[in-house]
């Protein structure tokens, strides 16, 4: 499998159209493969919330970082199988609504799943995680047999 470099949109204005771009790059990425209509994160998408995340590799690590602000630590959910990491859990209503006017409602609530496929083999005895300011940080340590490795060429 192979990584494609990802750009980040340049966001600087707000546009009532940003929202039609990003329902056109989830529809070009279900076209990619047609199991992936299938998969939790399109239904997710369909459903109105995923929470944003970035993933990068350094030498020995690779790093999750989660948008998810507004929830409690104990709402989140991490698990890893083979090479599968899953995010889940549960954004509450803070304040009970029904006998209030509500005049705008833009924050998602309710459950979320996102599932990856990681690039890589990692250490699952060594995973942390920490959640703070609404940012979750999940570090995957690289399995031995990930990690580069250089070999010597010995002239005979």
Same mark, same amino acid.
């Given at each position: 499998?192979?990584?494609? &470099?990802?750009?980040?949109?340049?966001?600087?204005?707000?546009?009532?159209?940003? +929202?039609?771009?990003?329902?056109?790059?989830? #529809?070009?990425?279900?076209?990619?493969?047609?199991?992936?209509?299938? %998969?939790?994160?399109?239904?997710?998408?369909?459903?109105?919330?995923?929470?944003?995340?970035?993933? +990068?590799?350094? $030498?020995? +690590?690779?790093?999750?970082?989660?948008?998810?602000?507004?929830?409690? $630590?104990?709402? #989140?959910? #991490?698990?890893? +199988?083979?090479?599968?990491?899953?995010?889940?859990?549960?954004?509450?209503?803070?304040?009970?609504?029904?006998?209030?006017?509500?005049?705008?409602?833009?924050?998602?609530?309710? &459950?979320?799943?996102?599932?990856?496929?990681?690039?890589?083999?990692?250490?699952?005895? $060594?995973?942390?995680?920490?959640? @703070?300011?609404?940012?979750? %940080?999940?570090?995957?340590?690289?399995?031995?047999?990930?990690?580069? $490795?250089? #070999?010597?060429? @010995?002239?005979?």
């Amino acid at each position: 499998m192979a990584l494609i &470099r990802w750009q980040r949109p340049e966001m600087n204005v707000w546009s009532p159209f940003r +929202h039609l771009s990003t329902l056109r790059d989830e #529809i070009d990425r279900l076209f990619d493969s047609p199991l992936n209509a299938l %998969t939790n994160d399109s239904q997710q998408f369909l459903n109105g919330w995923l929470p944003t995340l970035d993933l +990068h590799e350094d $030498k020995d +690590h690779l790093v999750l970082k989660a948008e998810l602000p507004g929830m409690k $630590k104990e709402d #989140i959910d #991490i698990s890893l +199988h083979g090479d599968v990491l899953t995010l889940s859990g549960e954004r509450k209503e803070e304040e009970n609504y029904e006998k209030a006017e509500t005049y705008r409602a833009e924050r998602f609530l309710g &459950r979320f799943q996102r599932t990856l496929t990681l690039p890589f083999a990692v250490n699952a005895s $060594k995973v942390q995680a920490s959640y @703070k300011d609404g940012i979750l %940080t999940v570090t995957l340590p690289k399995a031995e047999e990930a990690k580069p $490795k250089q #070999i010597q060429v @010995k002239v005979d």
